[in-house]
């Protein structure tokens, strides 16, 4: 008997997508578009590159996909499902950009200009980085010491408590939950503890709090830093119907790629006992990763590990007060056991490149 060959129906489709459209010329990230930003091109074109797998992933690519997104106030969710959804030439995706998130200063993109080149900043950037560097330190000789032992700390009164009232405020609005109305705040549609909600004037007061990028600069030391443009999260208290979604412990590192440094950063816009859902990490494990990985099994997945064994506590703190974590460790929420929600704003930082030109 002859057997049919087996067909790979997504080999396939891909063959058809590569009939039906032209192949994608992959821009260098050194083209210009028309907003006067490196990368954006390549960031387009990659995308449909990849989509259409013309090409393989661009893994040097992750860094500066990243920082333009960032530099131009657009989620990397937001992005790609734009892309997707509506295939848009370059001109669309830049309208699409300035159309969600505004139109970027002359000094912003001068700035991003700068970091993806390598050249030196504009006077003004320079100043306003100095004037940073300058600034008192946020984190005390304790706090760094605790921060080199635990891999985390937390930063006391991070944000101005007014403009976290007014984050949660917006973020109630998005999911269409009313603060005394306990039925209400199981109305978020998408599931999960995640809010995709990034361009708001409450949100961006905190991305811009001079007290959160001088504690990240002491970490990182140096000022030359970039927020991202980073979602919420609306954690409501565990239910029966609502049982936790996760995020559970998992890292957000790509085990493939030599182990680097970076951070992560949760800003807790109201006070989170323990017990309310508080992210959740192993202290200290940065400096136990490199040699856990090495002991595990060949092939085993190090996020598929029962990674509470390793030691997770939950972090309560109070409005305010953020906590920013080494990404070597192990994170995540945990269910809400408490009598409110938890609302949060995910803010990290990290820098363009290494040292101020
Ligand atoms: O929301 C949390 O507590 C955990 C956040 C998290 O897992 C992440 O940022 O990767």
């Known amino acids: 008997m002859k057997i049919p060959p087996t067909i790979d129906i997504n080999q396939l489709l891909s063959e058809q997508l590569k009939l039906m459209e032209p192949p994608i010329t992959l821009a260098s990230s050194h083209e210009l578009s028309s907003i006067g930003a490196y990368h954006l091109k390549r960031f ?17 690519d992750v860094h500066l996909d990243r920082l333009i997104l960032d530099a131009l106030g657009v989620g990397l969710n937001q992005a790609y499902q734009f892309l997707y959804t509506k295939k848009p030439s370059l001109d669309e995706f830049e309208n699409w950009v300035i159309a969600t998130s505004g139109k970027p200063s ?63 405020k917006v973020i109630y609005k998005a999911v269409g939950a009313k603060y005394d109305d306990r039925n209400s705040w199981y109305r978020k549609t998408v599931p999960g503890i995640m809010v ?24 990182w030391d140096t000022p030359a830093l ?39 950063g949760i800003l807790y816009l109201t006070d989170t006992p323990p017990e309310q859902g508080a992210l959740t990490l192993v202290p200290g494990f940065h400096h136990k990763l490199s040699q856990w ?20 506590v ?42 101020i030109s």
Not at 141 to 146: I, T, V
Not at 204 to 212: T, Y
Not at 316 to 345: C, E, F, K, T, Y
């Open 226 to 264: 970039w927020v991202t443009a980073d979602r919420c999260g609306f954690h409501a208290p565990q239910r029966e119907s609502h049982p936790f979604p996760g995020p559970d412990l998992h890292w957000d590192v790509d085990f493939d790629r030599p182990l680097d440094f970076a951070t992560q």
């Open 106 to 168: 002359k000094t912003r993109i001068e700035r991003l200009n700068a970091d993806i080149t390598g050249t030196q900043y504009s006077q003004e950037t320079h100043d306003w980085l100095m004037a940073i560097e300058k600034a008192p330190p946020v984190l005390s000789q304790q706090d760094l010491a605790f921060w080199q032992r635990n891999g985390y700390v937390i930063v006391r009164n991070a944000a101005d408590l007014n403009a976290c009232q007014k984050a949660e």
């Open 293 to 312: 990985l090495q002991s595990l099994p060949t092939g085993a997945d190090p996020n598929h590990q029962d990674l509470h064994a390793l030691g997770s």
């Open 314 to 355: 939950p972090i309560g703190a109070n409005a305010g007060d953020m906590i920013i974590w080494h990404h070597h460790l192990p994170h995540g929420s945990r269910p809400n056991l408490g009598m409110r929600p938890r609302i949060v704003q995910y803010i990290n930082m990290y820098p363009g490149r290494r040292h």
């Open 44 to 60: 387009w074109s990659s995308t449909f590159a990849q989509r259409h797998q013309q090409t393989q992933l661009f893994p040097q």
């Open 196 to 219: 995709e909600l990034i361009q708001n004037g409450a949100l961006e007061a905190n991305r811009r709090s001079l007290r959160i990028h001088k504690a990240f600069s002491q970490l």
